[in-house]
């Protein structure tokens, strides 16, 4: 069992002795707050994370086509609480190569898409993505993991049979834009805006989550997904792990704070997801929420 564990921006793994080292030289101890855990961080210690997102995705996952995407439909009970509902102007912030906007455009009807990553030039030449500069390409959201996956083994390993095997269905995309939500242009409103999985990769959560509600107009949906943190436990883990990918990790009161005060719940959960890493449980509690806009 391994006490410390340094992960780079170029997504290698230390342990031991030599984390311990790593670990003297670069933490994120300096960006703890008094009671919300790290909620803000440096520039440069965000282009790290984007760095090692980078090597993620067009690197060690050129392969993949898919990030939890099927693990938060199921988190979202299919998008059930908002089936069937038009929107003429959707966002999906932080959306990465694959998107989850691709799966909720099944559910209900998405008029039109933007879509926003600080990465999205570079995304836009992953071999799965789901996007072009003009338009995203849906994929059924019922259908049976198992079939989805056999369909996503034979583009592996055929990618030329792409347009046999894959869902023709298409949304136009209104516009790309290459941003952190913290500096997104603030121009027009949207209906529908979908954030999984992005907060634990921004900079500054209150510019985040000021941006996202003035770019939302009254009644407006929010589907948002997170892990849960807990300032005690950030507290005590920034002291033995670094993570360069994840610069925030942002305390849930703060997140419910903002979701229950800017929001009426249409659907909400908390599912744990286990996992071990090294040998060890690191099961985390996440938060399914989707909301109107008060
Ligand atoms: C774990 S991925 C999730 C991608 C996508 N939401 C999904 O569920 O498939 C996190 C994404 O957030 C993006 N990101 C990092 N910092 C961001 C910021 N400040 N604003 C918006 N997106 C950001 C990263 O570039 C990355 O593509």
Request: glycine share 4%.
């Amino acid at each position: 069992m391994t006490k410390y564990i340094y992960i780079d921006r170029g997504v290698n793994i230390l342990t031991d002795k030599e984390a311990e080292n790593a670990l003297q030289k670069e933490n994120d101890r300096k960006f703890l707050s008094a009671d919300s855990g790290i909620v803000r961080v440096s520039t440069e210690r965000w282009q790290a994370a984007q760095e090692a997102e980078l090597k993620h995705w067009m690197g060690l996952g050129l392969k993949a086509s898919n990030d939890r995407n099927d693990q938060h439909l199921v988190g979202f009970d299919w998008y059930r609480a908002i089936q069937g509902s038009t929107f003429n102007s959707a966002i999906e912030l932080g959306c990465g190569p694959f998107t989850n906007m691709r799966l909720i455009a099944d559910i209900c009807y998405v008029k039109e898409c933007t879509l926003l990553d600080p990465l999205i030039e570079h995304y836009l030449a992953h071999p799965n993505c789901f996007y072009t500069r003009h338009s995203l390409s849906l994929e059924s959201a019922r259908e049976p993991l198992l079939l989805k996956r056999i369909r996503r083994g034979i583009l592996r390993r055929f990618p030329g049979m792409r347009r046999f095997v894959s869902d023709t269905r298409k949304i136009p995309i209104r516009q790309i834009v290459a941003s952190p939500i913290e500096l997104m242009p603030i121009d027009r409103k949207y209906d529908l805006l979908v954030i999984v999985n992005v907060i634990e990769h921004c900079y500054d959560i209150a510019e985040v989550f000021k941006n996202i509600t003035a770019v939302m107009e009254k009644g407006a949906i929010i589907v948002f997904h997170d892990k849960l943190y807990s300032h005690d436990t950030v507290k005590q883990t920034v002291a033995i792990s670094y993570d360069a990918a994840h610069p925030l990790q942002v305390d849930s009161r703060s997140v419910n704070l903002f979701l229950e005060g800017n929001f009426t719940p249409v659907y909400r959960r908390i599912v744990t997801h286990s996992y071990t890493f090294l040998g060890e449980d690191i099961s985390e509690d996440t938060l399914y929420f989707i909301g109107k806009k008060v």
